[in-house]
Structures are given as C-alpha cells and as structure tokens.
C-alpha cells in the first residue's frame, strides 16, 4: 500500500467507542478498542463480534481446544464515545501548538 493514499481514522487502540451497527449494537455502552488495521480499516473491539476457534495442542496450550476470542469489525461499524455528552459523537481535528488533536463534535472537547 503506497503512502500517497493512506487512510487517515478517528480511532486509535486504547479508545472508547460506541457500535452503531451489527449483531452487538449499542450506542449507551462505551467499548474499549483493542487494536486497529489500518490496512484493512477494520478495528477489533472488547466484547464485541465473539467467534469460538478451534486450537490444536501446541507447547504453550498442551490441551488445546475451543477457545472464545473477539474478530475485527470494520470501522465504520464503531463510533468515538464522547463522555461529557454521554454519547458516540463525530470528531473534527484540529491543531493546537503544532499538535494534531481530536475534538469531539457534540461537546466541543478535546478526545483524550
């Protein structure tokens, strides 16, 4: 992927997001994401889209077996969580002494 169309997201690891679409939507529960493809522009969110996985033995698992763990979600699916308005909201950036940040739409505050 060339750098001249790189996508640029709203969301980063470590934030708090709201999914607005799919099997677990729920715009009143805050999410935290635990990692972000930008290649694929897909996000894995905790708790959300659960598949079961089927494991062999292995050295670090010598049982194996059927283990629980959560699949990406595309990006367009999630939406930034705003705490002071208690809601997912829209981000514009902005910069403020050289630096880029995220202001939240509906507050006007600044995403931490």
Do not use: C
């Not at 997201?9 to 679409?21: L, M, P, R």
């Amino acid at each position: 992927m060339s750098n001249r169309f790189k996508p640029k997201y709203n969301i980063k690891k470590g934030d708090n997001v709201v999914v607005i679409a799919g099997d677990d939507k729920d715009l009143k529960k805050p999410r935290k994401v635990l990692s972000v493809s930008l290649e694929n522009g897909r996000v894995v969110v905790e708790g959300v889209n659960i598949v079961t996985k089927h494991t062999k033995p292995s050295a670090q698992n010598t049982k194996g077996g059927i283990v629980k763990r959560e699949a990406s979600i595309h990006i367009s699916n999630v939406m930034l969580w705003d705490a002071k308005s208690g809601s997912g909201s829209k981000v514009s950036r902005s910069r403020e002494n050289g630096k880029l940040v995220r202001i939240a739409k509906k507050s006007g505050e600044a995403v931490k």
